[in-house]
């Protein structure tokens, strides 16, 4: 004759579900490799453009400048440009 409860035990120890060594771990990119390192290299280049190359040219004010005239529109002395 069979226990109905023997079962139940594995389920309060924590059952099977819950161990550890089962976990997956934690979620890993759909994307291929190559395309993160695409990503890598584009952010990359935009830190070269917009952050380096200015800054060896005319310091930190050169960086400012770059930044305003990409991304606000503006020239080093604050006005818009066309």
């Not at 990503?39 to 200015?54: E, F, Q, R, S, T």
């Not at 005319?58 to 930044?67: E, L, M, N, R």
């Amino acid at each position: 004759m069979t226990d109905p409860g023997a079962g139940d035990d594995e389920q309060d120890q924590g059952g099977a579900g819950n161990d550890p060594a089962d976990d997956p771990g934690p979620a890993r990119s759909s994307s291929p490799a190559f395309v993160d390192d695409g990503a890598a290299w584009v952010l990359g280049l935009i830190l070269w453009a917009g952050v380096v190359l200015p800054y060896l040219k005319k310091g930190p004010s050169g960086v400012k400048a770059w930044w305003l005239a990409k991304f606000f529109n503006k020239a080093p002395d604050g006005s818009e440009l066309p």
